[in-house]
Structures are given as structure tokens and as C-alpha cells.
């Protein structure tokens, strides 16, 4: 076999690699666009549902008649209340911790 058919034979082999390369890259990236956008759609459906839940949310009165609803409604304002405690919680901390730092600052200063 001379030089050429050689490197003849490594160019067609190089090229059938790539190709095979190529289509799988296309594959790829035809499934992960398709997985992006049923991504998309489910974060769609979750925004139209968290919308639909604020509007039952805020026109309670409307749902009376649903007492399970009105249970998860509960629920919600329950924790909604949590989240204030823990809230204050922090600022009370954080307060602490200002009140604290400006002590040893104080101290610090006063010993100059």
C-alpha cells in the first residue's frame, strides 16, 4: 500500500468518524432544546397554578363553600405567620449583633 491510499484510507475513516461525531452533537442538541422546553412549559403551568392559587387566596370568602380549600388556606396563613416570627427574630439578632459591635467599638475607642 503506497502513501496515498494510506492516507487516503485515514481520511474516509476521519470523515466517517466526524460524521458519526456530528450526528450525535445534532442529537443532542435537538433533545436537550425539547427537554429546555417542556422545562419551560411546566414552569409555565406552575406560574398559571401559583396565579390561580393567589386568586383563590385572596377572594376567600368566594371558596367558603370548599372546606378543604379554606383548610389549605389556613395552612397558608399559618406559616405566612412563621415567616413573620422568624422575621423579627432576625432583626432582632441582627440588632443584638449591632448593639454588640458598637460596645466592643466603644470600648475599643475609649482605650486610645
Known amino acids: 500500500m ?3 491510499t494510506f492516507f487516503e ?3 474516509r475513516k476521519a470523515n466517517t468518524a466526524l460524521s458519526k461525531i456530528f450526528d450525535k452533537v445534532e ?15 411546566r414552569g409555565k403551568i406552575k406560574e398559571y397554578k ?7 387566596v385572596s377572594n376567600k370568602k368566594k ?19 412563621q415567616i413573620e416570627t422568624k ?18 467599638e466603644d470600648e475599643n475607642t475609649s482605650s486610645l
Open 2 to 4: 503506497d502513501n496515498k
Open 63 to 81: 371558596f367558603s363553600d370548599f372546606p378543604e380549600i379554606i383548610e389549605i388556606i389556613d395552612k397558608i396563613k399559618l406559616l405566612e405567620d
Open 50 to 56: 401559583t396565579e390561580i392559587g393567589e386568586f383563590i
Open 87 to 104: 422575621k423579627e427574630q432576625i432583626n432582632k439578632l441582627q440588632e443584638k449583633e449591632k448593639n454588640e459591635v458598637e460596645v466592643e
Open 27 to 41: 442529537e443532542v442538541s435537538k433533545t436537550s432544546a425539547l427537554k429546555l422546553k417542556i422545562s419551560n412549559f
Open 9 to 11: 484510507n485515514i481520511r
